[in-house]
């Protein structure tokens, strides 16, 4: 559904497939842990970085000031208030720009959508979601998200992600982070491990 909201994608579009119907990815529980640990994550960011409301920003306060420094090209305070899905900010030169993926969907290029969204979803890909991709403060609230889920009592371990585009892609970002195939995301939930108190 986020998914969805995100890009608006038709129905048609990229669906999750669940590996187990009654696998942890499907509970209930893990759900509510997945909003929980969101929502939280932006409470989080707000700490590490701007400790006293309305006072500065310092972005060298968590992971030694090294979080984005290989996912975003610059990096500023984000407004105040945007609406949701609302893309903040320019990726490094390598990685693909949400702007030229919405794009794509919005001119109903699916096959080059499906493209590029897996440059996102790909195996050596670095980032937690596609949500994460959309701002720096998603990116560490996402990746957040995904240290939680991984590290709760029953883990998260796979969610496949199926779609089309010049091929069939099946990505499945939390199988990668556990097989230790997404080395910037694993180092990116590593700056965590510093400030949580494990699972």
């Known amino acids: 559904m986020v998914f969805g909201q995100l890009l608006g994608w ?23 842990l997945a909003a929980l640990a969101h929502e939280f994550g932006h409470v989080f960011w707000y700490d ?11 972005f060298n306060t968590f992971c030694g000031g ?14 105040l208030w945007r609406e949701f899905g609302d893309p903040q900010y320019q990726h490094k030169p390598y990685d693909v720009q949400i702007s030229q993926l919405a794009l794509s969907v919005s001119l109903g290029t699916y096959s080059k959508a499906g ?19 959309f701002s720096p403060d998603e990116d560490f609230v996402e990746t957040f998200k995904l240290y939680v889920l991984a590290n709760t009592t029953t883990p998260l371990r796979s969610l496949p ?10 990505d499945d970002i939390p199988a990668d982070y556990y097989n ?20």
Request: hydrophobic letters at 30%; one cysteine or more.
């Open 115 to 133: 493209d590029l969204l897996h440059r996102i979803y790909k195996k050596e890909g670095h980032w937690a979601s596609l949500f994460a991709a």
């Open 48 to 58: 590490n970085f701007r400790p006293a409301p309305g006072g500065a920003y310092d």
């Open 66 to 79: 090294a979080f984005y420094d290989n996912s975003w090209q610059d990096f500023k305070p984000p407004r």
């Open 10 to 32: 038709a129905t048609s579009g990229p669906k999750y497939i669940s590996p187990d119907p009654n696998g942890p990815a499907n509970a209930a529980g893990m759900t509510v």
């Open 161 to 170: 992600l199926v779609y089309s585009g010049t091929a069939a892609y099946n």
């Open 180 to 199: 230790k195939n997404k080395h910037e995301l694993k180092r990116k939930t590593d700056c965590f491990k510093d400030v949580v108190n494990g699972p």
